[in-house]
């Protein structure tokens, strides 16, 4: 997925106005996302399929299970051991 820019506009009278310059060139296409709802654009734009999607959230919830149950190991000690696979 590319690097998101946030741009904050508002809407008057059924258009878009920017907030604040942008640095876009002349004639960029964009994707808006409502702030009230961001997820269901990425959720829909990951490039996952049902498959894959199926997946992740398994290992997810496998994970979030693991951590109510107080099965963390602080960050540092994790990264350190990833850094020295290397």
Do not use: H
Not at 9 to 36: C, F, H, K, Y
């Amino acid at each position: 997925m590319a690097e998101m820019n946030v741009l904050k506009a508002i809407v008057r009278n059924g258009r878009i106005t920017l907030d604040e310059p942008t640095e876009l060139p002349e004639g960029e296409v964009i994707d808006l996302v409502p702030a009230s709802d961001p997820y269901a654009y990425l959720d829909d734009n990951d490039e996952m399929d049902e498959k894959e999607r199926a997946k992740l959230d398994k290992v997810l919830e496998e994970s979030w299970a693991q951590a109510r149950a107080g099965q963390t190991r602080p960050i540092e000690e994790l990264l350190g051991e990833l850094s020295q696979r290397g």
